[in-house]
């Protein structure tokens, strides 16, 4: 896939919509793409992908789906045609399931006429540490989870990852330069963590091999939404 710099940020739209909907209007000459999260669309359904699309943004649908192969496949042919660019899934659901995601997703789409969405495989969440995934059960570290998680979700077909900044150079090496990596808990220098565990900023995110930069409060929070969305844009270039 190639992607432009503004095509490399996902503004994360998870606000209440008209407000999601304002902040897009205001960055969109700086980013390229809407994050429409799971908040979002309970509430508001496909009409929280529609607002965006209608306005010129790529749209990715975060609701990291999670359940048996045949529900997910079913859900993820939805969203395929609503025209959603961007479909995330936990590969900790396992290889049936994500290759049920992609499935779908295609099928859907292609009924509507659409393209295929890249289908971004959960590794580890970006707020989960080491600690947190002992918590769980799992002995690996989250470099190693998100390492072992990236190479059964290629595997089964995904396009693309949803890992760390901090995993993005080792995962990276393993699946190639083919698949999407797309990196949450983006945070410009200065800025709070706020709930995310293993933040890097922009810049170095990209020169770590990513490829899509999720960005919510930095640029929805800030005090001129413009002004920050630039700087990032800039800070990749």
Known sequence: MSL??????????????????AAWEQVAPYVGVAKVGLSLFVEHGPRAVEVFLQRGARVFLDLKLHDIPNTVELAAAKAGALGVSYLTVHASGGAAMVKAAVQGAAAGAAKAGHPAPVILAVTVLTSMDDAALADTGVARDAGAQAAWLAQLAIRAGATGLVCSAREV???????????????????????????QA????????????????????????????????????????
Do not use: F, H, M, Y
């Not at 432009?4 to 909907?21: F, Q, Y």
């Not at 490829?211 to 630039?230: M, S, Y």
């Open 4 to 21: 432009g710099p503004r095509d490399r940020i996902a503004l994360a739209v998870d606000l209440p919509l008209p407000e999601g909907i």
């Open 169 to 195: 150079a080792a995962v990276r090496a393993l699946v190639g330069p083919g698949i999407v990596l797309c990196t949450p808990g983006i945070r410009p220098l200065g800025a709070a963590a706020n709930d």
């Open 198 to 237: 293993r933040t890097e900023t922009p810049a170095s995110a990209i020169a770590a091999g990513s490829d899509l930069l999720v960005i919510g409060r930095p640029i929805t929070a800030a005090p001129d939404l413009v002004a920050a969305a630039k700087a990032i844009l800039e800070s990749i270039n």
